[in-house]
């Protein structure tokens, strides 16, 4: 279907809310029963990955940010794709949740007389024997299991209610670790080894005694272990009108969520560190209010990530060094930092933006401090969706001038591009953000921060 949707004919920010609506659901059903194995969820990936970076997927293009980092949430520098595996996961995980926390379910009582109990299954110390149980049951036995790390058991706590079917020994309901690891001696000693938490003492006159049945009698050494036992459990008792229960500590509610789940997965994944600062200016950007091709044209602008022809030499595309020119001046080679503020063309529009807002002149270091500093000129938070559309609007039309001489040979005038830039930023603000004002082009044009300042 994808394919027959060119994706050529859709901007960027179109072809991302196609990712995440159409190719990020229709597997779920598909992902809520089983594991995609690796190679179907490399292929899906790789379908998704040329989709956004231009068209079809059978057209090669260039991926210009790596696909994790495209998958990190907005607020730590991507665009909040949905991770399949991670999703996978997260969906597959409700089963083992199910299993331990709603062990009367029918399905569950079948799952036992098949591969026995659930708690001792996902919850256990050691790795279970799966040699010979089917392809689903193992793979449901991997999900945060010993080699991901365990992070199922480590999520799940007891909470203790009338204490029925919390196992004394075999079960971690007090301390983070079960009583039987905690005091192997007397474990070996217990009279009753399987006894509940509820049968492992008494109310007496409204206060619960604790009692231990012991299979001999103890030694000095035991009877001290038993104080120590004794005195741990001090100030605990059962509440025989709760239901004992388990806690997914993930969520505050304690609650299992799919979407809990996949946020703390996400937390996990290590991509390249994106310096702190551009991620604040990222965070920044998000917040405008603008069409999203613009704002992951100024996503990539923020990262570095533009086919300039300096990025486009490292990637080996252009190997012809006076290919590698400007092409506002002619005179040097084409980064970020040129093209977009340190040309000589770029500043005389800069220059031009920042006589028409009447404010100094924003000398430029690095990219992501150009923006901040641009923000600043407008310091409310309440107008923190237009703070940066006339910086767009100035990047976005250099970008479109320069692709418009290097490919259509167009010859492009200083005042016309500023001129542009006016109406561009003023066709996004009055279009999505003070659409309800009464403001008009002309204002706009003698005073935009005011304009911004009274929506
Ligand atoms: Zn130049």
Redesign the pocket.
């Known amino acids: 279907m994808i394919n027959a949707w060119n994706g050529r004919h859709l901007s960027i920010g179109g072809r991302l809310t196609l990712i995440n609506s159409v190719l990020s659901s229709l597997p779920l059903y598909f992902f809520s029963f089983f594991k995609a194995p690796s190679c179907v969820l490399k292929e899906l990936v790789n379908i998704q990955r040329k989709f956004l970076w231009g068209g079809s997927s059978n057209t090669k293009k260039i991926c210009w940010v790596s696909w994790d980092t495209i998958c990190l949430p907005k607020d730590r520098g991507g665009l909040g794709i949905k991770n399949l595996d991670l999703f996978n996961q997260s969906l597959l995980c409700k089963w083992k949740w199910r299993g331990i926390s709603d062990e009367n379910a029918l399905w569950s009582t079948l799952l036992k007389y098949r591969y026995g109990n659930m708690v001792d299954n996902f919850m256990s110390q050691s790795t279970n024997d799966v040699i010979g149980h089917s392809l689903w049951w193992r793979d449901i036995m991997k999900i945060g299991g010993v080699v991901n790390g365990d992070w199922f058991k480590k999520n799940v706590s007891n909470v203790l209610g009338d204490g029925l079917s919390l196992r004394f020994w075999h079960d971690v309901w007090l301390r983070p670790v079960c009583f039987k690891s905690l005091f192997p001696i007397l474990f070996n000693k217990a009279l009753y080894p399987n006894i509940v938490v509820g049968a492992s003492g008494m109310w007496q006159d409204h206060t619960w005694v604790w009692k231990m049945d012991w299979s001999s009698v103890l030694s000095a050494t035991e009877q001290e272990l038993a104080q120590e036992l004794d005195t741990l459990l001090t100030g605990f008792f059962p509440y025989p009108n709760d239901k004992d229960r388990v806690r997914w500590n993930i969520h505050q509610t304690g609650q299992f969520s799919v979407h809990s789940t996949y946020v703390f997965l996400l937390s996990r994944v290590v991509t390249l560190a994106i310096d702190e600062n551009v991620v604040e200016a990222l965070n920044q950007l998000w917040t405008n209010d603008m069409p999203s091709k613009v704002s992951i044209f100024g996503w990539r602008l923020l990262l570095s990530r533009l086919p300039t022809r300096m990025a486009l030499a490292k990637k080996g595309v252009i190997v012809n060094p006076r290919e590698l020119c ?1 092409a ?2 002619f ?2 080679e ?1 980064d970020i930092d ?2 977009f503020f340190n ?4 500043q005389q529009i800069w220059k031009g933006i920042f006589v028409w807002l009447n404010v100094d002149f924003i000398p430029y270091e690095v990219c992501w401090q150009h923006f901040i500093s641009f923000g600043a000129l407008v310091k409310n938070k309440s107008y923190a969706k237009a703070r940066h559309v006339i910086w767009l609007a100035t990047t976005w039309s250099l970008w479109r001038a320069r692709n418009n001489i290097m490919f259509r040979g167009d010859v492009i005038n200083l005042q016309s591009l500023i001129n542009q830039i006016i109406y561009i930023s003023w066709f996004w603000f009055v279009g999505r953000i003070a659409s309800k004002s009464s403001l008009v082009f002309s204002d706009w044009c003698k005073d935009p921060l005011s304009c911004i300042f009274s929506i």
């Not at 040309?343 to 770029?346: E, G, K, L, V, Y």
């Open positions: 400007c506002f001046c005179r040097e084409e040129h093209v040309c000589s063309f770029s």
